[in-house]
């Protein structure tokens, strides 16, 4: 009987010491792999906290696997890159995805900066970027989600 109740307490110690399985990193592999297939629309963008959502209305974004983006807009096609990396100027091992643009769109060339990747899944990315060090409440943020 002494043996059943140790047997017992161990499989509760064990079951109680199992946590919630961590969440995995964020890395440009999974970046790459995830946004080079298909193509993605602009579901929030945020301008130092203003949402500027309204101004993607129409326009298709395709992160093509040489690094080219092409994107669609209503009115014609622009070009630009993207790059998926560890990020470079911190020790905390983020990935960032870099996106340029020099299409002379202003609403495109906004976009154009080194991302924070904030949160990704199969259809969705979410893309962060603190404007301000010493504003914490700085930030834009852009969010694509598959088409």
């Known amino acids: ?67 080219n983006l092409a994107v669609v807009t209503p009115d014609t096609t622009y070009n630009g890159s993207w790059i998926a990396r560890e990020e470079m100027d911190d020790n905390d091992n983020d990935t960032e995805l870099e996106i340029t643009f020099n299409t002379g769109d202003a609403v495109l060339d906004e976009l154009s900066d080194d991302w924070n990747v904030a949160y990704i899944e199969e259809n969705k990315i979410e893309l962060s970027d603190e404007v301000n060090d010493l504003l914490p409440d700085d930030e834009d943020v852009l969010v694509f989600q598959k088409k």
Not at 1 to 8: P, R, S, V, W
Not at 36 to 64: A, H, Q, S
């Open 1 to 67: 009987m002494k043996i059943a109740g140790y047997l017992f307490l161990v499989i509760i110690i064990a079951i109680s010491s199992c946590s919630e399985d961590e969440p995995q990193a964020i890395t440009p592999e999974w970046v790459n792999t995830t946004m080079e297939v298909g193509d993605w629309i602009v579901v929030g963008y945020f301008d130092d906290n203003v949402n500027e959502t309204g101004k993607f209305n129409g326009y298709t974004f395709g992160f093509n696997i040489n690094g």
